[in-house]
């Protein structure tokens, strides 16, 4: 009997720990597999350790990976629950529970039909903004354009993957790890099943507008080269304008003779050539802090307690 791990990233999630729960278990006794469910919390603040302890003392198949502190984004927690899974496929679930976990069944038929990658296409989101919608699709249509790689539109982390998906995934040793990007990259016989995002009924959205747009910079620096390319392409543009406007204003001393002397016009120039600048300088820091952090080769998280995690041998 083949077995499916479940890996549940966790943040300050107590009231959806128990209720995501019950739910897989509807799911796996419904379909002939065995399974494991992998709770990482990431140092959550609320009552979520103790219902971890409780649930993990009930189910022998309920592991959990604590972090040594909060890691930020649920990234590195995938990371961590992807290291130490031990089934035939991973499923990838967030703990606010807006991804059905009833899907599994459906993503299980596909990877039985030998599908390496079977990941959900947001069609819809509930509980989210009309302004929040748009910026999410145009972010996704902005990173398909600017990629070297084919993301999919609209693909969050829920998705199930084959052990060999995980044994390339694994491989992987940069810092800023981003799954559904480097899911793509992998490559292999992939393919996406639509289905609407529920809105988050317990526990509050740690994500904002500010964290958003940091994470939207954040992933096209990560897999795009694109910005670097149109500093070299603005440089010349602007170089190009300035060449005319040099060359309109010789002419026109020539041809008027109370040509004004355009002095403001001068500022303005200077002005915008600083702002040129200055943005180009932002880009390529960018990148170069990626650099930093990625040379300094530290741990992309650490791991402060485990609970039922080395019981089977």
Not at 44 to 62: G, M
Not at 141 to 149: A, D, T
Not at 227 to 255: H, N, Q, R, T
Request: net charge positive; proline share 4%.
């Amino acid at each position: 009997m083949k077995k499916i791990s479940v890996i549940v990233t966790c943040y300050n999630e107590e009231e959806n720990i128990i209720p995501l729960y019950e739910r897989l278990q509807k799911v796996f006794k419904k379909i002939l597999y065995r399974y494991e469910i992998i709770y990482v919390d990431n140092d959550s603040t609320d009552n979520s350790l103790q219902i971890f302890k409780n649930l993990a003392k009930k189910d022998r198949a309920v592991k959990v990976i604590i972090m040594s502190r909060n890691f930020g984004s649920p990234q590195p927690s995938f990371v961590a629950g992807l290291k130490h899974s031990t089934g035939d496929a991973i499923v990838l679930l967030h703990g606010d529970i807006q991804d059905p976990p009833e899907l599994i069944p459906k993503f299980i038929k596909y990877w039985e039909k030998k599908y390496d990658v079977v990941y959900g296409i947001r069609t819809d989101r509930k509980g989210t903004g009309l302004i929040y919608n748009f910026l999410y699709k145009a972010f996704y249509h902005v990173l398909k354009k600017l990629s070297y790689i084919d993301i999919p539109l609209h693909a969050g982390e829920f998705s199930l993957f084959d052990k060999k998906i995980k044994k390339e995934l694994m491989q992987f040793k940069e810092f800023d790890y981003y799954l559904r990007a480097l899911r793509s990259y992998v490559g292999f016989k992939q393919i996406g099943i639509p289905y609407i995002r529920d809105a988050r009924i317990h526990g509050k959205s740690t994500e904002n507008f500010f964290k958003s747009l940091w994470w939207a910079k954040t992933i096209i620096i990560n897999f795009s080269l694109k910005p670097l390319e149109w500093i070299s392409k603005v440089a010349f543009a602007v170089m190009l304008l300035a060449f005319l406007y040099m060359a309109g204003s010789i002419i026109s001393v020539f041809v008027f003779k109370n040509s004004p002397t355009g002095i403001p016009t001068i500022v303005v120039l200077i002005l915008f050539l600083g702002g040129i600048q200055l943005l180009s300088l932002s880009i390529i820091a960018e990148y170069l802090a990626k650099i930093f952090i990625e040379i300094k080769g530290r741990p992309r998280y650490i791991i402060k307690k485990t609970y039922n995690l080395h019981s089977e041998k």
